[in-house]
């Protein structure tokens, strides 16, 4: 499967972002979606440490749907910590 990058995603994200996307198709749309809103309104660093927190985990083989609600999880452990 081949995707496109969004407009959203900096290149060098992509680099990483959309092999792990293609590595699990039944998911990527929706996993893509989810991000986007998830950041819509957040600045380039927090939208690029969930970006890499996501794709560190679906590159370990977590289900998409799960490495973003971990990766949300991480940022929000690092904020409070």
Known sequence: MRMDRP?????????????ALG?????????????????RCWDAAPRARLLERFSAR???????????ILALSDLMDAAHE
């Open 7 to 19: 407009e959203w995603v900096p290149a060098p994200a992509w680099a990483r972002l959309g092999p």
């Open 23 to 39: 590595g699990q198709p039944a998911h990527a749309l929706d996993a893509l979606v989810d991000l986007e809103a998830a950041t």
């Open 58 to 68: 679906a590159e370990a083989g977590v289900p998409l749907p799960a490495a973003f």
